[in-house]
């Protein structure tokens, strides 16, 4: 089994409008953003206005075997915040895993 644990800024929660959980997360890829969970898979590129790294959440991520994204929030407080400056807190599962596309597609298009 391989892990790997560089993902700093390599995940995002889009803009400020999308709810910070697991489901949401877009992977960066050519400096354009992909939903990666398989219920959102497939939407993209995106317009972005903000990005905030789900570390930012107090989320510690990790790829195990090249494709299963897991998380699970720390203890650590979170410092992702809206443009107002208001906290924006995590608000998905505290542990969570699910498969990451092999690479990512948008709607209609074969892979």
């Avoid at 995940?11 to 709810?19: A, H, K, L, T």
């Avoid at 699970?72 to 906290?87: E, F, I, K, Q, V």
Wanted: net charge negative; charged share 25%; glycine share 8%.
């Amino acid at each position: 089994m391989s892990i790997d644990k560089n993902t700093k800024n390599r995940f995002f929660i889009v803009n400020e409008c999308d709810r910070p959980c697991e489901t949401l997360i877009a992977e960066e890829v050519n400096e354009s953003l992909y939903y990666i969970h398989p219920e959102h898979a497939g939407y993209g590129p995106m317009s972005v206005l903000t990005k905030t790294p789900v570390e930012d959440f107090g989320i510690d991520l990790i790829i195990i075997d090249d494709n299963t994204l897991q998380g699970h929030l720390t203890t650590r407080d979170g410092t992702a915040s809206y443009t107002n400056g208001r906290r924006r807190s995590w608000q998905g599962s505290c542990v969570f895993e699910f498969p990451m596309p092999a690479e990512p597609t948008i709607k209609g298009e074969k892979p």
